[in-house]
């Protein structure tokens, strides 16, 4: 059976990835673009099995909406670019769009958004006038639905209307655009709507001419001499992510708009690509996907919007061959047509992880003769992006003394490592780690895998590592290090 094939060939599924954690949210996005479309009814099947709740469509498809029925899944549906004109110049038209592919369905199908054409301003630029009109004229039959308290309307946008994303504190909307884009932020502070941004580092990365090291853009830690930094605001940016959606943020704020949360409507990576695209690998789109879920189900926001969570949708569910464009464009899905996984996404640091899952009798830890840079910048991703649980090493607790970047680094690291191991999860930090077999335990500090450990002590995670003093240096950035940031700074700047 179907659902036999598709459940067996993924070793660790999704069940954890896609669960909304305290109003936090990973989605999915669902294309049909491809030669052989799976059934609604298939489609369904995997999106229950894997306790998928949040999807986003790119149309309206009556067969998907009715197959969401009385499942509780939200549901983003979507008006296409090429029906923006006619809704966008008649009102009759948007409440018959409404009618037809909203209020048909709700309650039973469990509408939420609208998405308004895709990526309007950049790819059919002469649309501009009529995408505002178009989203008002919707909101109204909403309204008049009496929906508009359920059913929020936006427009994504590709990272191409801001005009120089770095460094973030400077970015700014292209002009060309700033009459409708003060309207179509003005649209969304008046319905308590959400900006939509389409987030795609794998083009920030393979644009850039290898300014950027690949592991900024799969969220992996960097090493000293390649840190990313706003030289404004001194913010430390761990991923090109962040910094695209911080850089929409102030692109926001430098149109005089606050309190509008950033949706990521669109992220993810290709798993194949034609011989000019080496990176579209499914190594580094399984990476992608699983630091992407971690970064984004921690909760915390950017580093200008620490506390606004970044909701976000993974681009995208199949793998779409009828997309036009490079190989890579045809393979971003978690899965092919025939609902075969493409690669098997692990999510680890959502839920306690149990000692007979660890690694028995292997710890990783701090090398002694590690670079305290070094030690800091595997520290902050570890507790960061990497959902270490670093409750143990803050003030107060078991194993905050010794307080020094190794003692702290080793108990992250062991305990990131004992949780993602049996998922494809490495001991190296940028070379600051070491595997040993000696438990590293010491009086009531007891290690993740240790005999003396039956889980991991909870769920909190910090975002950037302990607070506190550090006896041999600061968690906090350190001016003198600007030197290392400062030409890959000068040369972002350009872009």
Known sequence: MLLVKWQTAIILVLTCVFAE????????????????VPSASDVMAILQAQKITHVRLFDADHNILNALANTGIEVMVGLQNSELLRVGQSKTAAADWITKNVAAYVPSTNITAISV???????IPNAAPVLVLAMQFLHSALVASNLNFQV?????????????????????FNSTWNSTMQQYLQFLKNTGSFFMLNAQPYYGYSSAGGIFPIEYALFEALTPNKQIVDPNTLFHYNSMFDSMVDAAYYSIAALNFTGIPVVVTETGWPSLGGSDEPDATVDNARIYNDNLIQRVLNGSGPPSQPNLAINTYIFELFNEDLRPGRTSEKNWGLFFPNE???????????????????????????????????????????????SANCTAIQSGNPCFEPNTYSNHASYAYNDYYQRTQSAGGTCNFGNTAMLTKTDPSYGSCVFTGSTGSNSSSGLTTQAFGPSGSQSKGTSKFIVDKIAFFIPVVIVLAQL
């Open 340 to 386: 075969t996984a493409v690669y098997s996404l692990s999510f680890s640091g959502v839920e306690n992880t149990q000692a007979n899952s660890t690694a028995s009798g292997v710890f990783c830890v701090a090398k002694s003769d590690a670079d305290q840079s070094a030690l800091k910048t595997g520290l902050d991703w570890a507790c960061g992006i990497g």
């Open 117 to 123: 054409g895709s990526e309007v301003l950049t790819s």
């Open 152 to 172: 929020k309307i936006s427009s994504p946008h590709s990272m191409g209307v801001i005009q120089k994303p770095f460094p973030p504190s400077t970015a700014a």
């Open 21 to 36: 954690v305290a109003g936090v949210f990973i989605g999915i996005n669902i294309g049909t673009d491809m030669s052989n």
